[in-house]
């Protein structure tokens, strides 16, 4: 059974950590400040509706004082109906106030390791390409595969953590994460109370340049 440390990653003035359930209110106050209430109407959020985050790959970057100022997660998919597995990064977030401290690349570079290290081989987002294009994240191998609603095409990018992952792909990305329980599904959110597990859950930020994973 896997166990992840408590403190994934530190950096001045913050640390990376796991999601917890203390962080749900904070962290929806955040995406709902950042992204405003369309946010659940985005092709991404068709795939997390009534899901949980991949097991070990829900993180947030949490200040000295406990706030939270930025978040990660990454959900598990399909490539097409019964394709091979992948991941689906978003949202990736960082309070405003935060801007310009590290916070969003300290959240990547740590996700990206860690979902390498719990054996994934592939992770796909809708995102700006020049700023995912530091992380490795292009659009070469997603000109086969497409999201479940509209989305901007130059936007869909991804990242192969095993060589050829990619290859021949095709299709509609199809959700494949674990479900959520009875309470969360009825409330309608892939955030509720049934989000919990080792993981629980975390907290986002404001797009102020269009660079953040949806």
Do not use: N
Request: glycine fraction near 14%.
């Amino acid at each position: 059974m896997h166990t992840e440390k408590e403190t994934i990653e530190t950096s001045p003035g913050f640390i990376v950590v796991a999601e917890t359930l203390a962080d749900i209110a904070a962290r929806e106050a955040l995406l709902d400040r950042a992204m405003g209430p369309k946010r659940r109407k985005k092709s991404s959020e068709k795939l997390r509706r009534g899901r949980r985050p991949s097991e070990g790959l829900a993180l947030i970057a949490r200040y000295s004082d406990g706030a939270v100022t930025g978040t990660v997660r990454l959900w598990d998919v399909r490539l097409s109906e019964g394709g091979p597995a992948a991941l689906l990064l978003g949202p990736l977030a960082v309070d405003p106030s935060a801007k310009g401290a590290g916070i969003g690349s300290a959240l990547m570079r740590q996700a990206i390791a860690e979902a390498a290290r719990l054996g994934h081989r592939a992770i796909l987002l809708v995102g700006d390409a020049p700023y995912y294009a530091r992380f490795g994240f292009t659009a070469e191998k997603t000109g086969q595969l497409s999201m479940p609603g509209p989305y901007e095409r130059d936007r869909f990018l991804a990242l192969e953590l095993v060589p050829g992952a990619l290859d021949g792909a095709r299709g509609v990305l199809k959700a494949a994460g674990r479900k959520l329980g009875a309470s969360a599904r009825k409330s309608g959110s892939t955030f509720g109370k049934g989000d919990a597990g080792a993981e629980s859950t975390g907290v986002s930020f404001a797009r102020p340049t269009g660079r953040l994973a949806l």
